[in-house]
């Protein structure tokens, strides 16, 4: 090709020299003819060389796409009737009255016919099939195929495209092949930008002359005179200044890409090149996203009047931006429709019903897109553990993380709502309050949404992530976890004084907490101390138990920050993220088993093959039965302690376990809890860490209850591991019987039990008595 | 379930058997039902509203000392039917798989059902046993440690299993006493 090149540009200049016209000195002509030339193939050759470096290079550097997890459908699973749809919905497909290709749905009460999409998963492909799913308001009851009517046992959807790692320049791009490209959209694209794509070599005179009259004519741009080609040139490699001998080098680079390159390559290129809109800092590039950012749907599945749409953007990607400007974008789009008509590619009959069509753009964040920032900043933080970020932004990875996009969309909402109506009832200033929730799996610790602050949608401070606040009461579970793990000295009964602490700390302040109503206990059960929050028993058992084994309990749980040995650390006085807490809080939901957070599943190359998989793990973080006794704790919190306003906010029945924290001067408001599936942490404050006036129980609490009414939950249901025996125990902590006055049945680790016996003793009480009876 | 308890019954059916038993006795069905102090399903919601301390159900024992046994909570709003079906077509993918020498696929399969059955002590054993044809000791000692305490009191094989494991995986680490201990344990379920 270069060769080629080289002697067209030779001869174009020698015809100039020619023209010049100096007969005496033809050695010199020949001699400045050879040095023309010769100067002429070398500047030829570097921009050839241009051409193929950024070819070659720039048509591969394709960001990281980032899906959703998929969603997993079977009889038994907890998908409602409205979820569904809201799935299909972030998925693009199409509602329609009968479903008749890939990626349609339709509905009639709670029977929904759906025809999936084919999808390569990283444990193979996933068909796509027509199949019927019965969903009620709690759960999918029965899926059957069209096909045959057999019974589906299991399927999933293909997952929701929620972001991508695009490079530094901001160009993201969904790429796409010359075969996926629609023939409605190349076929646009040739009637309106280059009629003679397929036939000139880069260049077209021809062209340029009747654009120009065609626009004269119409008395504005209709026709552009460049070719497909020069577009893409001018795209892809050259600045935008505006020259003579920027055109030329344009219509040079043009002739050396066709050349170089077949039409099908050049279309290809052009068509995962071309600039098509702007999101915030982010660049669309390309038809693929394009065709996702509008229509939040793959390329291949528009219509007519769809992929007119996107050709029409071609000409002006914010002039015709069909969501600013719709009435504009319309014109051109119905102009394009009118072209491919004009030029016989689809009928008149096509076109006049295209052209009635709506513009049918989807709302932004109908498709999700970019619109969980944190959650790709933390898919991002984690890749980068294991993958260079210009791997991340030009590999074309596929990253299938653990998001859940409906739980996310409930999240976010819970946040902001919630936080709004605060401020509004405490007449605070409006947007004040700032906030962060995690949600992950119970068991495995899959991060299933990730809420960064109220304006979830945009990027910005992940207060998730980066937010390292005190996390107050928070911490008191790992002071009673510790001591229940020492059950020769503690049980749930354990006597506990709550009693006045004074100590002098080692910089020679004094230290004197209190409890948050001020109040004096007394000797207090150790559970009721956790269950009412108090301070003063709390850090009085702390002391005895000795920082050190606390901190280590801190540790196993999950906290890989430093921790400081100070007496204020009982009380809370350790900063760290949401995302920390959250993983704190797994552990115990798991019923002492840590699974490291984790918000990827697997990374598939390119070719859709295997790079990695981020497998499940356990370790066992505490002794499983005394994280049961300490749970069996935090049930009673939010049955009757610090958080018995759940009781009001959640669906009757629902079983959770959870802890209040508030920090000094009530700066921050927490909650971090879990049911049998869910572990959640709700953080609630201000960005200047000024005082909000909310307790945990005020602020974060309502946010979590929210949240955990607005999806799906299993009510805790703990098991007792093999070492856990029943005791009935007196209000004084004594072996009583059931049905002595007071006594109620407490969890022990077996030979932990109390050896003191009350008065009352198994013959008394109806429940004796009635023991008698069936002897 | 309890360690007192020497039978492996299920309590409701323990207590509905020696009920059933003594119902010569007593002649009454009412008083049958009050003794089991609220062990038909209808009865359990109330229980778990019952907000004295630590929400334990009462269960009636004929020893001296008086024993509660667990009763898991209501699922009234939640219920839902249980994923069996699709459980037990990923576990036996993954048996296919893990015979086929496709240990990484037959991982991804039993991750994938315990997404969907997280407290599934089976599952979990399962992956265990994958693990251990890893090779992959120390998760192997925790994944069975993990299944042991979600296994059902009642189910002695499983709990062997995962202890016959356990032993296994320290052996391999290099951990005899812990391998000895684990055998022992083992053992106790035979």
């Known amino acids: 090709m270069a060769s080629r090149k080289k002697t067209r540009g030779g001869r174009r200049r020698k015809a100039r020299k020619g023209r010049a016209g100096n007969r005496s000195g033809w050695r010199v002509i020949l001699g400045l003819l050879v040095l023309v030339v010769l100067l002429g193939g070398a500047y030829s050759l570097y921009l050839a060389k241009t051409v193929r470096v950024k070819f070659e290079g720039k048509r591969w550097a394709v960001p990281a796409q980032i899906f959703a997890r998929p969603l997993e459908l079977y009889a038994g699973a907890d998908v409602s009737g409205a979820q569904l749809k809201e799935e299909l919905r972030f998925l693009g497909y199409r509602e329609v009255a009968s479903v008749s290709g890939p990626a349609q749905w339709s509905q009639q009460g709670g029977r929904f016919t759906i025809q999936t999409r084919e999808f390569v998963f990283w444990d193979g492909a996933e068909p796509g099939q027509a199949v019927v799913v019965r969903a009620s308001a709690t759960g999918v009851d029965s899926i059957r195929r069209m096909r045959d009517r057999r019974e589906v046992d299991l399927m999933r959807l293909e997952p929701a495209l929620v972001g991508s790692i695009y490079p530094a320049h901001n160009e993201d791009r969904v790429l796409v092949q010359r075969a996926e490209l629609p023939d409605h959209l190349v076929n646009g694209l040739l009637a309106v930008e280059d009629r003679r794509f397929f036939e000139h070599a880069g260049v077209d005179l021809r062209s340029v002359g009747r654009a120009l009259w065609a626009n004269l004519r119409a008395g504005k741009t209709v026709q552009g005179g460049s070719t497909l080609t020069q577009q893409l040139v001018k795209n892809f490699i050259l600045t935008p200044e505006r020259s003579l001998w920027r055109k030329a080098n344009e219509a040079l680079m043009a002739l050396i890409v066709d050349a170089r390159y077949s039409k099908d390559e050049i279309l290809e290129a052009y068509a995962n090149e071309i600039f098509l809109g702007q999101d915030g800092e982010r660049a669309i590039h390309g038809f693929g996203l394009g065709a996702y950012f509008y229509f939040a749907r793959p390329l291949a599945e528009l219509r007519l009047h769809e992929a007119a749409l996107l050709v029409a953007l071609v000409r002006g990607a914010s002039y015709y931006n069909p969501r600013r400007n719709p009435e504009r974008a319309l014109q051109r789009r119905n102009l394009v429709i009118e072209q491919m008509s004009a030029q016989g590619f689809i009928t008149q009959e096509e076109a006049a019903q295209a052209q009635q069509q709506p513009l049918g753009v989807s709302a932004r964040g109908a498709s999700l897109g970019q619109r969980v920032p944190a959650f790709v900043d933390l898919v991002r933080r984690q890749l980068r553990r294991d993958y260079r970020e210009e791997d991340l932004t030009s590999e074309g990875l596929r990253i299938f993380t653990t998001l859940d996009p409906w739980v996310q969309q409930k999240a976010a909402a819970a946040l902001d709502k919630r936080l709004t109506r605060i401020e509004t009832a405490r007449g605070l200033e409006k947007g004040s309050l700032q906030g962060a929730l995690v949600v992950a799996a119970a068991q495995n610790g899959e991060v299933q949404a990730l809420v960064g602050g109220r304006e979830a949608d945009l990027p910005g401070f992940n207060r998730a992530l980066d937010a390292i606040r005190p996390i107050g009461s928070l911490i008191k579970p790992a002071v009673y976890l510790t001591a229940l793990s020492n059950p020769d000295r503690y049980t749930l009964s354990t006597p506990i004084e709550d009693k006045p602490v004074d100590m002098k700390l080692p910089g020679g302040q004094r230290w004197q907490p209190h409890n948050y109503d001020r109040k004096l206990y007394g000797e207090v059960a150790l559970h009721e101390a956790l269950a009412r929050s108090l301070n003063l028993a709390t850090v009085n058992l702390g002391l005895q138990l000795g920082l050190k084994p606390v901190i280590a309990t801190l540790h196993a749980l999950g906290v890989n920050r430093d921790i400081d040995a100070f007496p204020s650390l009982l009380l809370g006085a350790l900063s760290l993220s949401p995302l920390d807490v959250a993983q704190i809080y797994q552990s115990l939901a798991a019923g002492g088993f840590r699974s490291p957070l984790r918000a990827i599943r697997a990374v598939l190359d390119a070719g859709q093959q295997p790079l990695q998989r981020y497998p499940l793990t356990v370790t066992e973080a505490a002794d499983p039965a005394a994280v049961f006794l300490l749970n069996r704790n935090l049930v009673e919190v939010a049955e009757s302690g610090t958080a018995a306003a759940l009781r009001k906010l959640l669906p009757g029945g629902l079983q959770v376990a959870g802890k209040t924290g508030t920090t000094n001067d009530l700066r921050d408001s927490w909650f971090a809890g879990f049911s049998a599936d869910r572990v959640a942490v709700a953080w609630v404050g201000r960005d200047d860490n000024a005082p909000t006036g909310l307790t945990g129980a005020q602020g974060a609490l309502p946010v979590w209850a929210d949240l955990m009414r607005s999806i799906d939950n299993l009510s805790l249901q703990l098991t007792p591991p093999s070492e856990i025996e029943y005791h009935w125990v007196d209000r004084s902590g004594r072996l009583s019987a059931q049905g002595c006055e007071g006594a109620v049945a407490f969890p022990y680790i077996a030979g932990s039990q109390p050896a003191q016996r009350s008065d009352c003793t198994d013959q008394q009480g109806l429940g004796g008595f009635l023991r008698d009876l069936l002897k | ?190």
């Open chain 2, 1 to 190: 379930m309890i360690a007192m308890h020497s039978s492996t019954m299920p309590d409701t059916a323990r207590c509905a058997g020696r009920a059933a038993a003594r119902l010569a006795l007593i002649g009454t069905v009412a008083v049958m039902l009050s003794a089991c102090g609220g062990m038909n399903r209808s009865d359990r919601p109330a229980q778990v509203e019952d907000r004295g301390a630590v929400p334990a159900p009462p269960a009636a024992t004929g020893s001296d000392t008086q024993i509660a046994a667990y009763t898991p909570p209501a699922q009234p709003a939640y219920a839902r039917p249980e994923p069996k079906r699709a459980v037990a077509v990923l576990q036996q993918r993954a048996e296919d798989q893990r015979r086929s020498g496709d240990l990484d696929g037959a991982t991804v399969s039993l991750e994938r059902a315990l997404r969907i059955a997280p407290d599934d002590a089976l599952l979990w054993h399962a992956l265990a046993e994958v693990r251990m044809t890893q090779q992959r000791h120390e998760l192997v000692v925790q994944l069975a440690a993990k299944s042991n305490a979600l296994a059902n009191p009642a189910d002695r094989e499983l709990r062997g299993s995962n202890w016959h494991l356990i032993a296994q995986a320290r052996r391999a680490l290099g951990d005899v006493g812990g391998a000895r201990e684990a055998e022992r344990r083992a053992a106790s379920y035979n």
